[in-house]
């Protein structure tokens, strides 16, 4: 298999990982928000998931495993890509200026991929901070709250996203999620060769839509709990 | 014409061989004429400085009619400057105002060294071509026009990536100073067509290695390769060479 070593090392080889981590991770984000808005959903709906979740331990801990490793892997190539692609330019210009038609070129969310992936990153040290680890026991409220259960009630849920620093870390957390879908997923399909006349319309504003609509999703959820 | 053309002020940059670190110098040309080329102004400007007894501005240049693929600035920030689908040597002075600082440099990028003042070292593209940019097959002699049938979108589509004149623009535009759409070009061009798909996976496998040997960035599908083009050249290529290279490692024999 040594072939294939060399194949995906290369610089296209990394990005069709990159399309396929980002992708694969496109997917887990689907399936949280799908769970996440039984809570605005009412009644026992979120607990029941929840408790549903943890049910079968083993097969929790083989999907995490298996989500971390895709997320490391991508994290991985995406810091291996941007040494790569900084050292490639050497000295810079005193002058750049776009040639792209469309406007607000600097600001564009593909020009700052590795950034927005960064706030995510720290985003997401706060999210399992507050879910995965119950705050290391610092908040005596949440610990007698969240108790023995490793599941996370519609009660944990609340008082943790009722938190003011929570409240605009998350807040924060969502916007640069659209930021990073906004590119990341029409530029996978790039990446992995998926490009035709008849589609790529559909892949761009497809991508932009997928974007807004999971960030949107989770907002949902935010402003539930923050109304509770 | 004399009295009514424009004042500049050039900022350009110049370095006396690959060695120096290299600065900006400021020069202020007058009474240029709108019609003249971009490089008709720096020929100008050459001809001052040698009168002055200082070393004129190196550029690199051939054809001066956009073919050639030798011209190369970075002006303003922009490769080729502000005109789409344009070279620097088909450029006008008519697209600047009377009094605008005009910014020159040279194409940037690790695998593109300066070798004096504007004029950098492109051999790197070279290396890539020598392997596999081309088709080995002999093809004796002429054969009759339509022996092998090519289909007229196919030949279309590989006369476009045809287009690429290989100045680097690409690479210069690049925030990753990638060489994909140069790359795809070349692959394209051939891979399209029925006799460049014998060789179509050593081909893509082997430019590639030697590009990020070269030490290219990698893409990031922002686009700006296409935008600064003055050929034209689509990033649909760069999707095609993903494919290409997709098949060459999965379902190909070659790199085993
Ligand atoms: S000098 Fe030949 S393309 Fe500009």
């Known amino acids: ?228 | 014409m004399s009295g009514q053309g424009m004042e500049l002020k050039l900022q350009i940059w110049r370095q006396a061989n690959a060695e120096d670190k290299g600065r900006f110098h400021i020069y202020h040309l007058s009474d240029v004429s709108p019609h003249m080329s971009f490089l008709e102004m720096l020929d100008v400007l050459n001809e001052q400085l040698i009168t002055l007894g200082e070393e004129p501005v190196a550029f690199d240049h051939d054809c001066r009619e956009g073919i050639c693929g030798m011209c190369s600035l970075m002006i303003n920030g922009q490769a080729h400057g502000p005109d789409k689908e344009t070279t620097t040597c088909q450029l006008h002075m008519r697209r600047f105002s009377d009094g605008d600082t005009i910014v020159i440099e040279p194409w940037r990028a690790k695998a593109f060294p300066v070798i004096r003042d504007l004029v950098v070292d492109r051999g790197s593209f070279d290396r890539i071509m020598s392997k596999g940019g081309f088709v080995s097959v002999n093809t004796g002699n002429p054969a009759d026009a339509n022996t092998i049938l090519v289909p007229k979108q196919d030949a279309d589509r590989a006369m476009d990536a045809a287009a690429c004149i290989g100045c680097g623009a690409c690479v210069a535009a690049c925030k990753n100073a990638s060489a994909l759409l140069f790359v795809s070009a070349k692959v394209s061009q051939l891979s399209l067509l029925p006799q460049g798909k014998p060789e179509k996976a050593q081909r893509v496998l082997n430019m590639v290695a030697q590009m990020d040997e070269e030490g290219f960035g990698s893409c990031t599908n922002t686009s700006e390769c296409e935008a600064a083009c003055p050929a034209g050249i689509s990033v649909s290529n760069i999707a095609r060479l993903n494919r290409d290279y997709m098949c060459a490692m999965l379902c190909s024999e070659e790199g085993m």
């Open chain 1, 1 to 228: 298999m040594k072939w294939l070593l060399n194949a995906l090392s290369s610089s296209v080889g990394k990005k069709f990982l990159m399309a396929i981590t980002g992708l694969l991770l496109c997917g887990f984000l689907v399936a949280h928000l799908a769970g996440n808005l039984l809570l605005p959903a009412g009644g026992d709906l979120f607990n029941d998931y929840a408790k549903k979740l943890h049910e079968n331990e083993g097969l929790l801990m083989v999907a995490e495993t298996g989500l971390f490793g895709i997320f490391i892997l991508h994290l991985y190539l995406a810091f291996s890509l941007t040494w790569g692609n900084n050292a490639a330019r050497g000295k810079g210009y005193a002058a750049t200026k776009s040639k792209r038609d469309d406007t607000m070129s600097k600001t564009r969310p593909d020009k700052w991929m590795i950034g927005s992936g960064i706030i995510l990153l720290l985003y997401l040290c706060l999210h399992l901070f507050d879910f995965k680890f119950h705050r290391f026991g610092m908040d005596q409220e949440l610990t007698a709250l969240a108790g023995d259960s490793e599941a996370v009630t519609t009660k944990v849920a609340i008082h943790v996203l009722k938190s003011p620093l929570t409240m605009i870390g998350y807040a924060a957390g969502f916007v640069f999620l659209f930021a990073h879908l906004s590119h990341g997923v029409s530029s996978a399909f790039q990446s992995l060769g998926l490009s035709h006349p008849k589609y790529n319309s559909l892949i761009k504003y497809g991508g932009l839509a997928f974007a807004s609509l999971i960030s949107l999703g989770f907002f949902v959820v935010l402003f539930w709990a923050i109304s509770q």
